[in-house]
């Protein structure tokens, strides 16, 4: 049986320092943020990689507005569709919007309904101040009401 040939026992020990910026990138876009963030911090290469890439600042800046989107769901959500997954709080606050949706539709409806009933109102009152009074007396009122005498 033939043997293996030898390897000699000293390791060539690489730095990062020597590795290409492109290649410190493509490694840590593999991680999630936490923890690539964590890395910025034990290594000044690395913070620099980070810092002066557009993309891995991208992916940290995407990561916030998640992780804050959910936080000011949770602020907003009643008490009832809290939940620890954030899977389920998005799920809720999604739900939650369709009900406030419809609820402000509703009211809606119902306002443009009492503004209807009010101009009816308005022009059913004009027509019998008529009635009553004239059109000589209902002009003589509005010039009284406009003076402030009859308020």
């Known amino acids: 049986m033939a043997s293996l040939p030898s390897t000699p ?3 060539e020990r690489r730095s990062l320092s ?3 910026e ?3 990138e493509e490694i840590l876009l593999h991680l999630e943020v936490p923890e690539m963030v964590h890395c910025r911090e034990l290594c000044s290469r690395v913070r ?3 810092d002066d890439s557009d993309h891995l600042q991208d992916e ?3 990561y916030i507005e998640e992780e804050v989107s959910v936080y000011k769901l949770r602020d907003v959500l009643p008490q009832e569709l809290q939940a620890e997954d954030e899977a389920v709080v998005l799920n809720n606050a999604a739900d939650y919007m369709d009900v406030l949706e419809r609820s402000n539709e509703l009211l809606e ?3 443009n309904r009492i503004f209807r009933e009010l101009e009816e109102l308005k022009a059913v009152t004009l027509e019998n ?3 009553v009074l ?3 007396g209902l002009s003589d009122f509005s010039n009284h009401v406009g003076e402030g005498e009859y308020v």
């Open 48 to 50: 620099d990689v980070i």
């Open 9 to 11: 026992n000293t390791t």
């Open 134 to 136: 004239g059109e000589q």
């Open 129 to 131: 101040a008529r009635r």
């Open 18 to 20: 020597e590795l290409p």
């Open 22 to 24: 492109i290649l410190i």
């Open 60 to 62: 940290i800046d995407y």
């Open 109 to 111: 409806e119902r306002l």
